[in-house]
């Protein structure tokens, strides 16, 4: 146990020591989100784009999913109801992701506004 410590003190001074120049005026991490982003608004935004770029595949990918179920179940209530629940929960989850978008650009507006 005691070991585990020695080693996070030792790379914490190697990183203090050896990860900033000695006088360094200008330090700046780059982000990985890219070049773009510099608040937490940003952020968000970046994270609502790309969430609705996976979400259109998935959520067309669930819907044949749901119409195969409702040709297979051959009138079984339970399968029926299963294809409708992938209905319903898929177009609730996409409109959810799709009224987010707006809904940030909405309270981004009303910070600015003000």
Do not use: C
Not at 4 to 23: E, F, N, S
Not at 25 to 40: A, E, R, T, Y
Not at 43 to 63: D, E, K, Q, S, W
Request: a neutral charge.
């Amino acid at each position: 146990m005691r070991g585990k410590y020695v080693v996070i003190a030792i790379l914490l001074v190697y990183i203090v020591a050896l990860g900033t120049p000695v006088g360094a005026q200008d330090f700046k991490i780059n982000s990985p989100l890219g070049s773009d982003i510099d608040n937490i608004g940003d952020v968000i935004n970046f994270i609502a784009r790309n969430l609705l770029g996976i979400a259109i595949p998935v959520a067309t990918i669930m819907y044949i999913w749901a119409g195969i179920l409702f040709i297979i179940s051959q009138g079984n209530p339970g399968d029926t109801q299963k294809a409708k629940n992938i209905l319903l929960y898929t177009s609730i989850g996409l409109a959810i992701i799709l009224i987010g978008g707006g809904f940030v650009d909405l309270i981004q507006s009303f910070l600015e506004a003000a």
